[in-house]
T-cell receptor, first 118, second 115 residues
Framework: DAGVIQSPRHEVTEMGQEVTLRCKPI?????LFWYRQTMMRGLELLIYFNNNVPIDDSGMPEDRFSAKMPNASFSTLKIQPSEPRDSAVYFC????????????????FGAGSRLTVL | AQKVTQAQTEISVVEKEDVTLDCVYE???????LFWYKQPPSGELVFLIRRNSFDEQNEISGRYSWNFQKSTSSFNFTITASQVVDSAVYFC????????????FGKGTRLHILP
């Protein structure tokens, strides 16, 4: 497996524009997580899915952020409209469920999408 | 509430010194997992270790060792004989079984190993 694949790796956009970040999890992983990393706040959990269903979106900053997982192999995180304070690295990660297996709950991260909003 | 605290924001040590990174967690669950991840300057996040709440046995892997103490809710990470390649941000994380496997991270400790 190629691991968790995120695109784009870098995105520079202007305030007010729509941004869509994409993620392909590892095949067979039931969980998908979106995290945001900034210097001030560290790694924040935005939302996570189990079997394509959103479980907890309490970390989504505001209504400008939305995430979908239409199938087991694809997820998107959308920001509309974007603001300079959204500038961060956005990580997608996937994992097996916590059922006691050796790989349970171990996150495999994508390389991240670095977003800069001017 | 589920919480992970890494009080050390940044640490600098000279190469070959030992260094310990602290992690304190809060949870109401009796069943949970603790983790450490490494983020080198290249930016990717790499899994180092997972420990479940029923296994308090300390673990050693080469120059790395982990000390899990439920009595103090701590899961500390020690690097022995540090090397420049150990320079990275290290994150501690917690997953509660009763919270649908939600995984949260501490804010990380940036470790500088000086040559």
């Amino acid at each position: 497996d190629a691991g968790v694949i995120q695109s784009p790796r870098h995105e520079v956009t202007e305030m007010g524009q729509e941004v869509t970040l994409r993620c392909k999890p590892i095949s067979g992983h039931d969980y998908l997580f979106w995290y945001r990393q900034t210097m001030m706040r560290g790694l924040e959990l935005l939302i996570y899915f189990n079997n394509n269903v959103p479980i907890d979106d309490s970390g989504m900053p505001e209504d400008r952020f939305s995430a979908k997982m239409p199938n087991a192999s694809f997820s998107t995180l959308k920001i509309q409209p974007s603001e300079p304070r959204d500038s961060a690295v956005y990580f997608c990660a996937s994992s097996l469920p916590g059922q006691g297996s050796s790989g349970a709950n171990v996150l495999t991260f994508g390389a991240g999408s670095r977003l800069t909003v001017l | 509430a589920q919480k992970v605290t890494q009080a050390q924001t940044e640490i600098s040590v000279v190469e070959k010194e030992d260094v310990t990174l602290d992690c304190v967690y809060e949870t109401r669950d009796t069943t949970y997992y603790l983790f450490w991840y490494k983020q080198p300057p290249s930016g990717e996040l790499v899994f180092l270790i997972r420990r479940n709440s029923f296994d308090e046995q300390n673990e050693i892997s080469g120059r790395y060792s982990w000390n899990f103490q439920k009595s103090t809710s701590s899961f500390n990470f020690t690097i022995t004989a540090s090397q420049v390649v150990d320079s990275a941000v290290y994150f501690c994380a917690l997953s509660e079984r009763g919270r649908d496997d939600k995984i949260i991270f501490g804010k990380g400790t940036r470790l500088h190993i000086l040559p």
